[in-house]
């Protein structure tokens, strides 16, 4: 209970500061999260669903939900998207809800090197549930935020005049491929969006910080191929964020065999080391589902009880996954060392 508190306490805190993105440890499987230049990189629609549950030592400290749905059209060297997510903390105390548009658009420089570039735009909501909070004024050494009777404490913290706001936000990004090798930036609330429900002062409330991200990796064939043309392939990759005063390095490895997939990943943030991460999945025809675990690897695996670590679960739906469509892009000369992604 006392565990639960603090937790409650914190998120009250940091409701006017900094906020900061969540970020899947499955990227690939949320490939426009990490950069809307993505957009359109298979030659069919595709949705993807995504759950990420952080830290569920925690009850219910950090869940989020994500669905996205996108298509290339070929013809305009185009790709469409839209996204939409939900990230709740606290139990659902505090929520942020986006939804997002994507357009990416692909400039071919060579016979096998191409240029795309992303741009999203959408709205950012957030809403806060006042009467969940506890505040550290309302706790009692004994009985905790409620009196003997099981009423709560009284609290000396004002309500905001306002428990949910709306912004609109924009991003964009760059993603170039050839041969092996692909890498890309993204950045993300270019316009600053204010996204805070208090307002204390002007250096506390100059907006979502931008969110740059460069990710970098590249694809080998490992030889072998199964009934249905697949080959074998590894994928070493590299990602790195920065969002205000949080960052995050990611380096690790992403392998395909037919029809089972896996990978491994260290993440450290700029202080120190934060997460091992594995992952397996499974595909089968238009699906592919993948779950992954972080093992956590900074001093909070040393809170009582521990972190529980965190869990995500993807599911993808690829019509580009068809013989007819295979036939079409190497046809095409469709240039694909974004197995990973797909």
Same mark, same amino acid.
């Given at each position: 209970?006392?565990?639960?508190?603090?937790?409650?306490?914190?998120?009250?805190?940091?409701?006017?500061?900094?906020?900061?993105?969540?970020?899947?440890?499955?990227?690939?499987?949320?490939?426009?999260?990490?950069?809307?230049?993505?957009? %359109?990189?298979?030659?069919?629609?595709?949705?993807?669903?995504?759950?990420?549950?952080?830290?569920?030592?925690?009850?219910?400290?950090?869940?989020?939900?994500?669905?996205?749905?996108?298509?290339?059209?070929?013809?305009?060297?185009?790709?469409?998207?839209?996204?939409?997510?939900?990230?709740?903390?606290?139990?659902?105390?505090?929520?942020?809800?986006?939804?997002?548009?994507?357009?990416?658009?692909?400039?071919?420089?060579?016979?096998?090197?191409?240029?795309?570039? &992303?741009?999203?735009?959408?709205?950012?909501?957030?809403?806060?549930?006042?009467?969940?909070?506890?505040?550290?004024? !309302?706790?009692?050494?004994?009985?905790?935020?409620?009196?003997?009777?099981?009423?709560?404490?009284?609290? !000396?913290?004002?309500?905001?005049?306002?428990?949910?706001?709306?912004?609109?936000?924009?991003?964009? &990004?760059?993603?170039?491929?050839?041969?092996?090798?692909?890498? &890309?930036?993204?950045?993300?609330?270019?316009?600053?969006?204010?996204?805070?429900?208090?307002?204390?002062?002007?250096?506390?409330?100059?907006?979502?910080?931008?969110?740059?991200?460069?990710?970098? %990796?590249?694809?080998?064939?490992?030889?072998?191929?199964?009934?249905?043309?697949?080959?074998?392939?590894?994928?070493?990759?590299?990602?790195?964020?920065?969002?205000?005063?949080?960052?995050?390095?990611?380096?690790?490895?992403?392998?395909?065999?037919?029809?089972?997939?896996?990978?491994?990943?260290?993440?450290?943030?700029?202080?120190?080391?934060?997460?091992?991460?594995?992952?397996?999945?499974?595909?089968? %025809?238009?699906?592919?589902?993948?779950?992954?675990?972080?093992?956590?690897?900074?001093?909070?695996?040393?809170?009582?009880? %521990?972190?529980?670590?965190?869990?995500?679960?993807?599911?993808?739906?690829?019509?580009?996954?068809?013989?007819?469509?295979?036939?079409?892009?190497?046809?095409?000369?469709?240039?694909?060392?974004?197995?990973?992604?797909?």
């Amino acid at each position: 209970m006392k565990k639960w508190l603090t937790v409650m306490i914190i998120l009250a805190g940091c409701v006017p500061v900094f906020s900061q993105d969540p970020v899947f440890s499955q990227f690939y499987a949320a490939p426009l999260h990490l950069n809307p230049a993505f957009a %359109g990189v298979t030659n069919a629609p595709r949705i993807t669903l995504n759950y990420r549950n952080q830290y569920p030592g925690f009850p219910n400290a950090y869940i989020t939900y994500a669905a996205t749905y996108e298509q290339s059209i070929e013809a305009l060297n185009s790709g469409f998207g839209l996204m939409l997510s939900a990230d709740a903390a606290g139990d659902g105390i505090y929520k942020t809800n986006r939804v997002a548009a994507v357009y990416g658009y692909r400039l071919q420089a060579s016979d096998d090197f191409f240029i795309k570039f &992303g741009v999203e735009a959408g709205l950012i909501q957030t809403v806060i549930d006042w009467n969940r909070l506890v505040f550290g004024d !309302q706790l009692d050494p004994l009985t905790g935020a409620v009196d003997g009777s099981g009423n709560p404490n009284p609290s !000396q913290e004002l309500q905001p005049e306002r428990l949910n706001n709306t912004v609109f936000d924009v991003s964009a &990004g760059l993603l170039a491929y050839g041969g092996p090798f692909y890498g &890309g930036v993204s950045v993300k609330h270019l316009n600053t969006p204010d996204e805070s429900l208090i307002k204390l002062n002007e250096n506390l409330n100059a907006g979502l910080p931008l969110r740059i991200t460069v990710h970098a %990796g590249a694809e080998f064939n490992l030889g072998g191929r199964n009934n249905r043309g697949n080959t074998a392939f590894i994928s070493p990759n590299a990602m790195f964020i920065k969002q205000g005063p949080f960052g995050q390095f990611n380096v690790g490895a992403y392998a395909g065999f037919g029809q089972f997939f896996g990978g491994a990943w260290y993440r450290h943030t700029l202080s120190n080391p934060d997460a091992a991460i594995v992952m397996l999945g499974f595909r089968k %025809g238009v699906l592919r589902i993948g779950y992954s675990y972080d093992l956590t690897l900074s001093p909070l695996a040393q809170a009582p009880g %521990g972190t529980g670590g965190t869990h995500e679960v993807s599911l993808t739906i690829n019509f580009d996954d068809s013989r007819e469509l295979a036939r079409k892009k190497r046809a095409s000369r469709y240039n694909d060392c974004f197995k990973m992604f797909n």
